[in-house]
């Protein structure tokens, strides 16, 4: 009801722009035509003025555009920047937007992007009582943040990423009502956060669980003995690795891909357990360790996690 929004005072005003949200963010495909749509009514807009027609226009037109932004709020790791920038260059142009009032996230999610500070109980009361499809929104944007630095630090997490989509897909294809796929991004969230705190209980940093994952998974089953001889020795390769190896470009230096290379499989070779690592074990893992390394050690101290660490 665009012109009860218009029409509607300060609180009153708010309460229906959330409605508003709450109607058009169904699904990804409801989501984006309605982006599209808004962008194209912000470039019509901008064709037609300075005719004098545009002043009569310019609350509705600025109406979408406000719109298109609380739902870009929503889904901040959307890639949708040509759509937002038509709509952004309506709202510069100050047309009529005064009263609009656009909300960040609820205050239970805060800040980003820490899944271990969120109250579960609070979250599901106020998705019980507020707008369902806006909550799961906030929540998925959390979550697809999360997942993206937790999966760069640590490959083995993969497969959180991959349940996370299908989740999305099954509730973009109407398999899942918005309450199921609420409750599985709550599940999901609770096991991300056991997960981001692994490497403390296995007492490792995060750069030696991402080794020992490597070292280990899939379906390696150790003994305890055997689980801290792999700790050691992912402890001891970066260590190794990061007296002298990982220089500054190392990755555009021949001779230094074939030091940290040769690093690689005489740590392993010297100190995995025999027992468990067969020959072709045993190279596919040097395989493996060395493309770790090279994606994620930049060299110099830079790494993949220092990037991540510096944005959070």
């Not at 949708?80 to 205050?107: F, H, K, N």
């Not at 209980?201 to 998974?217: H, I, Q, V």
């Not at 360790?289 to 060299?299: A, D, L, N, R």
């Amino acid at each position: 009801d665009l012109d009860g929004v218009l029409q509607a005072a300060a609180f009153e005003r708010v309460k229906r722009l959330d409605d508003a949200v709450e109607a058009i963010i169904v699904n990804d495909d409801s989501r984006r035509q309605y982006l599209l749509l808004a962008a194209q009514v912000a470039r019509l807009f901008k064709a037609i003025l300075p005719d004098p027609l545009a002043s009569s226009l310019a609350p509705r037109c600025a109406l979408f555009g406000v719109l298109a932004a609380k739902i870009n709020a929503l889904t901040p790791e959307a890639d949708i920047s040509e759509v937002m920038g038509d709509v952004e260059d309506l709202l510069d142009q100050s047309i009529a937007t005064q009263g609009y009032v656009i909300r960040g996230q609820s205050a239970h999610l805060g800040e980003p992007i820490d899944l271990g500070k969120i109250d579960f109980k609070a979250l599901q009361a106020s998705f019980a009582a507020a707008h369902k499809r806006t909550e799961a929104a906030r929540l998925r944007a959390l979550i697809g943040k999360t997942l993206a630095s937790m999966v760069a630090l640590n490959r083995s997490r993969l497969d959180y990423l991959e349940r996370f989509q299908r989740m999305i897909d099954e509730y973009n294809a109407g398999s899942a009502n918005v309450e199921e796929f609420f409750k599985q991004l709550i599940d999901l969230a609770k096991e991300l956060n056991e997960e981001d705190r692994r490497g403390i209980r296995e007492g490792l940093s995060e750069e030696e669980l991402a080794l020992f994952d490597l070292l280990t998974k899939p379906d390696l089953h150790l003994t305890k003995a055997q689980e801290a001889e792999v700790k050691k020795v992912a402890h001891e390769l970066l260590e190794a690795l990061k007296n002298g190896k990982l220089v500054l470009e190392w990755r555009k230096k021949q001779q230094a891909r074939a030091l940290v290379h040769q690093c690689i499989v005489e740590t392993l070779d010297n100190k995995l357990p025999t027992a468990i690592y067969t020959a072709d074990l045993f190279d596919q893992k040097c395989e493996l360790t060395y493309q770790h390394i090279f994606e994620s050690y930049y060299g110099d101290g830079r790494s993949i996690r220092s990037i991540y660490s510096s944005v959070a």
